[in-house]
């Protein structure tokens, strides 16, 4: 599918239209697992997403389990290890979005992602929100410690299934929302600074099912931003955007920015 097929280039003219006019609150956006799939690392939903394959997946990324179920914990730390996130590049999405931020018109990335692959494509970090955290680093459950990943990943690799804290012995996990796990309230409260201030709210490769990561498109519409859906698939949130584009993000963004 290109993305004039899908969503018409009369369509996507429009939309960059608003995004080359966005007035100085500029544009939010808000990634998920979508944008990342070009790039080698599937989403959860998709067609070819890791809940579509396999339902039974989901129980390796719920708190209670994990909590509760050493072989869920060795399960997940097995998984980490063999993330694709570890050997990914950014994709064309991710660098339209860069581009984006040099046009002075981004007002903050707001991402579902835990790959880290916008700030490596070479997105400010201080305007990227990592609502659900990130792979990159590991906490400890017990004492709040925190470290690199990789440190933890080499005990797994020496042959700790499931390493504990080397500080206190409690459990250790990536410092990612699980199911069952509250957002950090700061990160959750820049989140809403960043939807409700913004003229133009782009939605993009997200399902939209997540919660609290899709109220903020209620929060940025009752605001009075446009929303735009930028997905394959249809979204609950189609319905109040302005526009929807149906088609490949990785040929979608760089239209919208380009001339910014
Ligand atoms: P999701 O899996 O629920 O939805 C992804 C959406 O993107 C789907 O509707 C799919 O049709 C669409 N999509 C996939 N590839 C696309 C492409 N190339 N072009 C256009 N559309 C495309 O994802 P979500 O809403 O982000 O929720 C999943 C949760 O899982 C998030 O909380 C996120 O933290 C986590 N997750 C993150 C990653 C990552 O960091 N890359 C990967 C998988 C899951």
């Avoid at 410092?175 to 069952?180: E, V």
């Avoid at 735009?228 to 249809?234: G, H, K, L």
């Amino acid at each position: 599918m290109t993305a004039e097929a899908a969503s018409g280039p009369a369509q996507v003219d429009e939309v960059a239209g608003w995004v080359r006019t966005a007035g100085p609150a500029g544009v939010t956006v808000l990634t998920g697992a979508g944008i990342s799939t070009e790039s080698g690392i599937p989403d959860f939903r998709g067609p070819d997403g890791v809940f579509t394959r396999d339902p039974g997946a989901q129980r390796l990324f719920d708190l209670d389990a994990y909590l509760a179920d050493p072989q869920v914990r060795v399960a997940a730390w097995q998984r980490r290890r063999e993330h694709p996130a570890w050997s990914a590049r950014p994709n064309a999405g991710h660098r339209a979005l860069v581009d984006l931020e040099r046009s002075g018109r981004l007002a903050a990335v707001v991402t579902q992602n835990i790959d880290g692959l916008h700030q490596r494509a070479g997105q400010d970090p201080r305007l990227v929100v990592e609502i659900h955290g990130s792979l990159l680093e590991v906490e400890c459950l017990s004492c709040g410690w925190r470290g690199p990943t990789d440190e933890t990943l080499a005990r797994v690799t020496a042959g700790e299934a499931d390493p504990p804290c080397l500080v206190c012995g409690g459990i250790l996990k990536t410092a990612t929302i699980s199911f069952g796990q509250a957002l950090r309230s700061e990160v959750l409260a820049a989140a809403v600074q960043a939807a409700r201030g913004c003229d133009l709210f782009l939605a993009v490769g997200t399902s939209l099912t997540v919660r609290p990561a899709a109220s903020l498109v209620d929060v940025a519409v009752g605001a009075g931003a446009r929303l735009v859906v930028v997905n394959a698939e249809p979204t609950p949130y189609d319905g109040i955007a302005a526009a929807c584009l149906r088609g490949v993000i990785g040929a979608l963004l760089p239209l919208l920015v380009a001339g910014t």
